[in-house]
């Protein structure tokens, strides 16, 4: 078991470049988010998804969207980067909406936008 | 509205010594979970402990143990006997029944440094 995994692990951008990152779950979760983490932030969550097709707004969404064309993958795409943008993103993956299930994180991807 | 909080930004504590990390948090449900993580300098995030709200029994789990106190609204986490590898960002999370779909409300993380 892989858990959930991300790619890639580290990115830099310039300002309007585009990229995607990749989010997989091999534990049949319904259930994946995306957070990012800023210094002094904590995590704020920008979109999530309750199943295969379907995705919602988070807290912080704008500039980015997704897509869960597949159950175990959760993409997070960045149309047109901004050095706001820089931080580090964490994908999760949960079993079921039931508030207090465990979370299952990724290791994190760190994006710098120049 | 959810609210987590964590006073305390940084920490320095020398070896051996005890260090207890603040988290106090809101909620108007009277369901709710209450989680702590730990972030290495390695980066990733590691799941401690989840407690939820009908159970505020204190936990020791070997050097950790935590303090439920509904009466104050805070879930502390106390480490015994400091030990460098304990250093990490420590974030304590909140979710509840109005949290959309399960998702957790983090506070700003607490740095731990813990000196040999």
């Known amino acids: 078991n892989a858990g959930v995994t991300q790619t890639p692990k580290f990115r830099v951008l310039k300002t309007g470049q585009s990229m995607t990152l990749l989010c997989a779950q091999d534990?049949?979760?319904?259930?994946m988010y995306w957070y990012r983490q800023d210094p002094g932030m904590g995590l704020r969550l920008i979109h999530y998804s309750v199943g295969e097709g379907t995705t919602a707004k988070g807290e912080v969404p704008d500039g980015y969207n997704v897509s869960r064309l597949k159950k175990q993958n959760f993409l997070l795409g960045l149309e047109s980067a901004a050095p706001s943008q820089t931080s580090v993103y964490f994908c999760?993956?949960?079993?079921?909406?039931?508030?207090?299930?465990?979370?299952?994180f990724g290791p994190g991807t760190r994006l710098t936008v120049l | 509205a959810q609210k987590v909080t964590q006073a305390q930004t940084e920490i320095s504590v020398v070896e051996k010594e005890d260090v207890t990390l603040d988290c106090v948090y809101e909620?108007?449900?009277?369901?709710?979970?209450l989680f702590w993580y730990k972030q290495p300098p390695s980066g990733e995030l590691v799941f401690l402990i989840r407690r939820n709200s009908f159970d505020e029994q204190n936990e020791i789990s070997g050097r950790y143990s935590w303090n439920f106190q509904k009466s104050t609204s805070s879930f502390n986490f106390t480490i015994t006997a400091s030990q460098v590898v304990d250093s990490a960002v420590y974030f304590c999370a909140l979710s509840d029944r109005g949290s959309t779909l399960g998702r957790l409300y983090f506070g700003r993380g607490t740095q731990l440094t813990v000196w040999p």
């Open positions: 534990m049949n979760h319904e259930y």
């Open positions: 909620t108007r449900d009277t369901t709710y979970y």
């Open positions: 999760a993956s949960s079993y079921s909406v039931l508030a207090g299930d465990e979370q299952f």
